[in-house]
């Protein structure tokens, strides 16, 4: 079956380093995004993996490994406005997105 | 400011009304997709189009029915609505159908049925 497991919650201090995992399986891959989203807001486009390795932008980088499963989102100094729920999503085939519920991020002074 | 705008932002409806939820993009993307997000679940694909005239079913859509008239307009309707549709609705585009890329998303249509 499809399966996308993250940690419901997570907290950090700022201007530390987190690292949030996601772990998949699904039927088919393209790649895996990340997205973020504040309380009451819309998800918004971080980042999209598609081949092994590391991506870095700016103060995120993502990780991705396709034969383990695995990605994450390394968020570096962390500031009170990263406190959001991070979305992990797999494209599968047929276009469609398979989304992990989300881990919400509390950043604490 | 270009983007996707969804109305109403929120609405209780009750139970065995019809609701239609409106979203319009100024991008001319491609695709457009209906999602509903409830607590401690992911995303869920309602509906789908891929382009102008066509639509496609998602991982959940059953009670809901889509159109896609034109590039611009993806309205969701719910025919008889049911409590079990209590949910934060969001519209979404990307440019490509087939290749998600980046979506964009609306700000989101918070419907309660009672």
């Known amino acids: 079956g499809q399966n996308i497991d993250q940690p419901t919650e997570m907290t950090a201090t700022e201007g530390a380093i987190v690292q949030i995992n996601c772990t998949y399986q699904?039927?088919?891959?393209?790649?895996l995004f990340w997205y973020q989203q504040h309380a009451g807001e819309a998800p918004t486009f971080l980042s999209y993996?598609?081949l092994d390795g590391l991506e870095e932008k700016g103060r995120f980088s993502s990780f991705l490994s396709r034969s383990k499963g695995y990605s994450y989102l390394l968020l570096k100094e962390l500031q009170m406005k990263d406190s959001a729920s991070y979305l992990c999503a797999v494209w599968e085939s047929n276009y469609q997105l398979i989304w992990g519920a989300g881990t919400k991020l509390i950043i604490k002074p | 400011i270009a983007g996707i705008t969804q109305a109403p932002t929120s609405q209780i409806l009750a139970a065995g009304r019809r609701m239609t939820l409106r979203c319009t993009q100024d991008?001319?993307?491609?695709?457009m997709y209906w999602y509903r997000q409830d607590l401690g679940l992911g995303l869920r694909l309602i509906h789908y189009?891929?382009?102008?005239?066509?639509?496609g079913k998602g991982e959940v859509p059953d009670g809901y029915s889509v159109s896609r008239a034109n590039t611009d307009d993806f309205p969701l309707t719910l025919a008889s609505a049911v409590p079990s549709q209590t949910s934060v609705y969001f519209c979404a585009s990307s440019a490509l159908a087939g290749d998600p890329g980046e979506l964009f998303f609306g700000e989101g249509s918070r419907l309660t049925v009672l």
């Open positions: 189009s891929n382009t102008a005239g066509t639509t």
């Open positions: 991008m001319r993307h491609n695709a």
């Open positions: 699904t039927s088919g891959f393209n790649g």
């Open positions: 993996n598609v």
